[in-house]
């Protein structure tokens, strides 16, 4: 522990016996135990300056929530403060187990100023359907700031016991999702038209609001509808078409001392023109499979392509940065424990010359599923239903009826009864 401008900063460890998932009931024990071993024993006039870490046996790191400024008293907010923040992450963050929890922390004189809930101020609402939606611009105004990521102007506001707002903002827009139970419930965007007004807009519907007097009142309502004809468009000549697609399946196995650790089963990229595959099953291990598949991507033509991955942050980067190594030199830009991009640099036997590829995440610009995509983008090939649950390590050549209802994931039970109905016909 060392002290720097009247900070006595360090660090606390707790070692999970046996590698488990986060979840609510790890972090309050965590939470428990850092306040029993370090903040209990501080002097009443002194607060705790706070940074909680979750780290993956592979030595991965990950912040949950941000630098928070505490009390004594404030260890049940600080537990519902990182509970909310898990809340919000996606399932694949929080599908790798984890072997530590590390507190990062700083002792400093005084108190902290007391944690209160911001209430909103003169604001009125929307009722669309069953929600009521604060009518504002500003994303501080829907209710209590529980996370800020000041890099992608991210708000995660907490609006009502398990009701949270995911605010995106951007060039004069905001993107909002509000999720319930882990789950998003609805999404609009608000837009802003001049310093007095801005437009709403959810599904087909638009919502013009006007300042007055402090409060924004509604001035115009409109329904789009689809029109009968198609302008045609000459395609901007200057858009980048290096672009490659990526995506991981894996499926879960038992290690060593019954430790359930994710397993690749599949990796599939696409071009524009030619798309790959490649299944476990046609190679010795997924390492195996994965450096093919990066060696068949490595080639001169595919020099400065952006190839992008879907949740590259929080999952398929852990599968690929280990391999990524030995074909090149890894360039990783990672904010706050998050794996931003990868830059790979690599030679060509041929013509001894050095070319560089990139690795993006791109749910780092679309905030929203691969099917939701799908649908926004009006895709004609959408993402088809498959029961991930029902993949492991034995049936990876299954042939035969399909799997029962419990094997997929979201998906209803008419969904699921349609899908057997047309495997049927097949």
């Known amino acids: ?25 790890l972090i309050k024990m965590a939470i428990n135990d850092f306040w029993s071993n370090i903040v209990n024993k501080m002097k009443d006039d002194k607060h705790i300056i706070v940074l909680f870490r979750i780290v993956y ?11 928070k400024r505490l009390n004594k008293n404030d260890k049940n907010y600080y537990i519902s403060y990182i509970n909310d923040i898990l809340s919000i992450k996606n399932n694949e963050y929080k599908s790798l187990p984890i072997n530590k929890i590390i507190v990062n922390y700083g002792v400093r004189d005084g108190l902290a100023s007391k944690k209160e809930t911001i209430k909103p101020k003169n604001i009125i609402f929307h009722r669309y359907k069953n929600y009521k939606l604060p009518i504002t ?3 501080l105004e829907y209710g209590n700031l529980i996370y800020y990521d000041k ?19 951007y060039k004069n827009r905001n993107k909002v999702d509000i999720i319930k139970s882990d789950k998003v419930i609805l999404s609009y965007e608000d837009k802003v038209i001049n310093s007095n007004s801005f437009e709403r807009i959810i599904g087909s519907n638009n919502y013009i609001y006007i300042n007055e007097n402090g409060q924004y009142k509604l001035d115009l309502f409109s329904v789009k509808k689809p029109v009968r ?30 430790i359930t650790q994710k397993h690749v089963y599949n990796l599939s990229w696409y071009d ?11 190679y010795n291990n997924q390492q195996e499979l994965i450096s093919k598949a990066i060696s068949d991507l ?21 599968f690929l940065l280990k391999e990524l190594t030995k074909h090149g030199i890894v360039d990783p830009i990672i904010h706050k424990g998050r794996i931003v991009t990868v830059s790979l640099t690599y030679s060509n036997k041929t013509d001894s010359r050095s070319y560089t590829i990139h690795f993006r995440d791109s749910y780092q610009l ?32 299954y042939i035969g009826p399909v799997p029962s209802f419990e094997y997929f994931d979201n998906i209803s039970q008419v969904d699921y009864n349609n899908y057997i109905n047309t495997f049927n016909k097949v």
């Open 1 to 25: 522990m060392k002290n720097n401008k009247n900070v006595h900063w360090g660090f606390y460890s707790i070692n999970i016996n046996k590698p488990s998932i986060i979840s609510n009931s």
């Open 57 to 67: 046996p592979n030595d991965i790191y990950n912040t949950l929530g941000q630098l």
């Open 137 to 139: 611009i500003n994303p």
């Open 151 to 169: 890099f992608f102007k991210l708000y995660i506001i907490q609006i009502r016991p398990m009701i949270i707002a995911k605010i995106f903002c």
């Open 229 to 258: 004809f198609i302008e045609t468009k000459k395609l901007d000549e200057k858009l980048n078409d290096k672009i490659i697609t990526l995506d991981i399946e894996t499926y879960d196995k038992n290690g060593e001392q019954g």
């Open 272 to 282: 524009g023109i030619k798309s790959m595959s490649y299944y476990i099953t046609e």
């Open 298 to 318: 490595t080639k001169p033509k595919y020099h400065s392509h952006m190839i992008y991955i879907h949740n590259l942050a929080n999952f398929d980067g852990v």
């Open 366 to 397: 679309l905030l929203s599923s691969l099917g939701k995509l799908a649908i926004n983008f009006k895709v004609q090939t959408l993402k088809g239903i498959f029961p991930h649950r029902f993949v492991n390590y034995s049936n990876l050549n």
